[in-house]
């Protein structure tokens, strides 16, 4: 999504007047809906500045990758909420309702998810609350993926991405098979928050299969990242950008494939060569 503004364009000591595409960046007010003590009740969960649309993955994506549910059948209906706003009428408060409270400790969530749009730890108060539990390694025997598909994948980003060619400024991640086709893609302001749309999204419609997919995101990999990828048992990871110390510790301790710098010719692998596949 995106909107026009005017803007005084510079070039070579002369100035333009010229209508540009913005991506827009709006507030969502998360809230969920559980049980305690026998009756209903209604808490925000966090604030996060989102580009609008596919609000219902994000949603469902964040509450899967934080483990607040374990399975998306815990998430009982999913309803967008509030006044209509701004030039596009859009509604910024969501509710999900789940049918399972064991891990809901809304005290400990309130303090650990504010979060902004271009990182979602930055609320969190500690590296304890930052690593969501998790107990088993990933199976180091697949996914198997050729350079060529790697190599590609930047080209498949910026093919899959209706956003980033009319504002530049926008997020996107995909989940790609060994094939190199793409399964599917979702753009966000928020590098987090395009994760968690996508993984919210080939859940709900069972798109995942871990034995021949990878992820593939623009700009930078943070832990958070690595860490998202890892609740789907995602085995291999790659970014345009630079990883970050701490994600790399992340994938090497859960045994993910982690690459950066991924370009048309080159990349780097930072954890667990094993899964690429080198062809000549």
């Known amino acids: ?14 100035t333009e007047e010229i209508k540009d595409s913005v991506s827009v960046e709006e507030p969502l007010e998360m809230n969920l809906k559980f ?27 964040f509450l899967f990758n934080e483990r607040i549910v374990e399975n998306f059948s815990d998430i009982e209906k999913i309803e967008k909420q509030g006044d209509e706003v701004g030039d596009y009428n859009i ?16 005290g400990k969530l309130k303090r650990n998810f ?4 271009s990182c979602g730890v ?22 198997k993926i050729e350079t060529k598909i790697i190599l590609n994948s930047p080209k498949l980003l910026i093919n899959e991405q209706s956003e980033f060619a009319k504002t530049g400024g926008i997020h996107a991640s995909s989940l ?9 893609t979702r753009e966000d302001v928020g590098r987090h928050n395009a994760l968690d749309k996508l993984i ?14 990878f992820i593939a995101c623009s700009g930078r990999l943070n832990f958070e990242l690595v860490q998202k990828a890892l609740m789907s048992n995602i085995g291999l990871m790659a970014g345009v950008g630079a990883p970050t110390s701490l994600a790399i510790d992340l994938a090497k301790r859960f045994d993910m494939t982690l690459l950066g710098f991924v370009k048309n010719n080159s990349f780097n692998i930072y954890s667990n060569k094993e899964r690429v596949v080198i062809k000549s």
Request: net charge positive; with cysteine.
């Open 1 to 14: 999504m995106d909107i026009k503004y005017n803007v005084t364009k510079l070039k070579e000591n002369n």
């Open 35 to 61: 049980k305690a003590n026998g009756s209903w009740k209604v808490e925000n969960l966090s604030i996060t500045m989102r580009t609008p649309g596919n609000d219902e993955d994000l949603i469902a994506g």
């Open 91 to 106: 509604r910024n408060k969501i509710t999900a309702t789940v049918n399972n409270n064991k891990n809901i400790d809304i």
């Open 114 to 117: 504010l979060t902004n749009s």
């Open 122 to 143: 930055c609320g969190k108060t500690s590296l304890d609350s930052v690593e969501v539990v998790k107990n088993d390694k990933l199976d180091s025997s697949y996914p």
């Open 176 to 184: 790609i098979n060994d094939k190199g086709e793409v399964i599917a």
């Open 200 to 213: 919210g999204y080939t859940h709900k419609k069972k798109l995942i299969d871990r034995r021949s997919q």
